[in-house]
């Protein structure tokens, strides 16, 4: 059973720093990982998908790297703003239409 | 492009009652799904569709039901309504993954279901 964990559950940084989340996968068989964000109350939008075939996207100050031999995401924030406080959530996709999110980690950037 | 449009926004149900709670999409994606979202519980699928006229459980589908009559539209409904089903409802669509589309998946803003 694939199981997605996020680490940490929730970090707390001044603005303007870099900052790395982390998503681990137990089973390197995915289609794809996709990070989202969620602010409070309400929906999930989506920040970078990476294919399975792919190292990395980036976008703006994001970049999602993949390295699936080790069942590894990471999420790179660069200069870190107030205004990405959020929870970020990665998941995977699978071959079969199934789809395992992890927890989350809640973010908060104080200015 | 409006994406994934889910209704209501909020709702108040008496245990028992019934509802149904929105949702449609206009990108024409094959892949429509339920989640609830809970404190401590993350995600949870609660009934996905591959294309109309298919439906599946997913990890919590009990106390829940669905139906695709149509490309864009994926209703679920809650028979007799628990308070255990107070949560967020979201709905999410996404192309298939034939022919090496990406996959990615889009959500709705949520609906929040309170069951007294």
């Known amino acids: 059973k694939q199981e997605v964990t996020q680490i940490p559950a929730a970090l707390s940084v001044p603005e303007g720093e870099n900052l790395v989340l982390n998503c681990s996968f137990t089973?390197?068989?995915?289609?794809?990982l996709q990070w989202f964000r969620q602010d409070p109350g309400k929906g999930l939008t989506s920040l970078l998908l990476?294919?399975?075939?792919?190292r990395e996207q980036t976008s703006g100050r994001l970049n999602a790297s993949l390295d699936k031999s080790s069942g590894r995401s990471t999420l790179y924030i660069a200069a870190s703003q107030p205004g990405d406080s959020a929870t970020y959530l990665c998941a995977v996709i699978l071959y079969g239409n199934k789809l395992v999110f992890g927890a989350g980690t809640i973010l908060r950037v104080k200015s | 492009n409006a994406g994934v449009t889910q209704t209501p926004k909020f709702q108040v149900l008496k245990t028992g009652q019934s509802m149904t709670l929105q949702c449609a999409q206009d990108?024409?994606?094959?892949?429509m799904s339920w989640y609830r979202q809970d404190p401590g519980m993350g995600l949870r699928l609660i009934h996905y569709?591959?294309?109309?006229?298919?439906?599946d459980q997913g990890e919590v589908p009990n106390g829940y039901n669905v139906s695709r009559s149509t490309t864009e539209d994926f209703p679920l409904r809650l028979l007799s309504a628990a308070p255990s089903q107070t949560s967020v409802y979201f709905c999410a669509s996404r192309s298939g993954l034939a022919g090496g589309r990406t996959g990615e998946l889009f959500f709705g803003e949520g609906s929040r279901l309170t069951v007294l």
């Open positions: 990108m024409n994606h094959e892949y």
């Open positions: 569709s591959v294309g109309a006229g298919i439906t």
């Open positions: 990476i294919q399975s075939s792919q």
């Open positions: 089973d390197s068989a995915i289609y794809n």
